[in-house]
């Protein structure tokens, strides 16, 4: 397999975060998020960015999400996509979106 291939193999797909809670289950600080897809419908996520951004600061933003990584319960939460982000100097993670309004649901390619 090629690395465009192996690329390919991955969907990743631009979302509107529609709600952020506190998942106070879980055993490491993160948030419950209900990500608006577009068409793929709205799917939910337990993410670990607690450290910059807060529930009220989240709604609205557009994130970038791996849509086909299969489901997970986390502390009882059903996490269905991973919100993509990158560590900053301090090993914080930082969310990675578009610049600019696109559709939701569209490929990253």
């Known amino acids: 397999m ?3 291939e192996a690329f390919q193999i ?6 509107r975060v529609l709600r952020a809670e506190p998942h106070e289950k879980a055993r490491k600080p993160s948030y419950k ?3 608006d897809l577009g068409p793929l419908g709205v799917k ?6 607690t450290d910059l ?8 933003r557009l994130v970038v999400c791996a849509v086909n990584l299969g489901a ?3 502390a009882g939460f059903l996490s269905e996509v991973l919100v993509l982000g990158v560590p900053d100097e301090a090993g ?3 969310l990675l979106a578009p610049d600019r309004e696109v559709p939701l649901g ?4």
Do not use: C, H, M, N
């Open 53 to 60: 951004y807060r529930p009220e600061d989240l709604v609205g």
């Open 10 to 15: 991955l969907d990743l797909r631009v979302g």
């Open 92 to 94: 914080r993670v930082v």
């Open 2 to 4: 090629t690395p465009l």
């Open 33 to 35: 998020l209900w990500v």
């Open 72 to 74: 997970k319960r986390v």
């Open 44 to 49: 939910q996520s337990s993410a670990q960015i």
């Open 106 to 109: 569209g490929k990253v390619f």
